[in-house]
């Protein structure tokens, strides 16, 4: 809870008042803004099992994504939806060095990690509303 708040008040920073006047710069750099907060406050870095590896995964998807001047809206985040499943596909793979699966000492492996489902699913809520309208 406290660090996805952390995330969205920093990333919300990033964004203009009015979500119209958005460019798709903002989200981007609201994104890399909750990825520092969290890290910053939480002392997580990638690699760790936490959301930050989801979210690396994301920021990196929608850095290639920029690279190749993609603006189409309905494609940036079914690409960044997909980088969040297969982020969070890999973070289960990994020995938790922070959050509460630490206490699983090595039995999560291989399972899936909260924090990163939940990334997962918030994105995916993004895109579905998006494509509603």
């Known amino acids: 809870g406290p660090l996805y708040g952390i995330f969205l008040i920093r990333a919300g920073q990033k964004l203009a008042t009015k979500l119209s006047d958005n460019q798709i ?3 981007y750099q609201g994104l890399k803004e ?7 406050v939480g002392r997580a870095k ?3 099992r936490t959301m ?12 290639d994504l920029i690279a190749k001047k993609e603006v189409n809206v309905s494609n940036i985040l079914n690409a960044l939806a997909e980088a969040a499943k297969t982020g969070a596909q890999n973070a289960a793979q990994l020995p938790a060095k922070r959050g509460r ?8 492996v291989g399972q899936k990690e909260p924090g990163c489902e939940l ?7 993004i895109k579905e509303g998006h494509q509603k309208n």
């Open 25 to 27: 710069d903002n989200f």
């Open 34 to 40: 909750g990825f520092a907060g969290i890290s910053e």
């Open 46 to 48: 990638v690699g760790e």
């Open 52 to 63: 930050l590896d989801v979210l690396d995964h994301v920021i990196k998807s929608f850095e």
């Open 101 to 108: 699966s630490v206490y699983l000492q090595g039995k999560e």
């Open 119 to 125: 990334v997962v699913e918030w994105l995916n809520l």
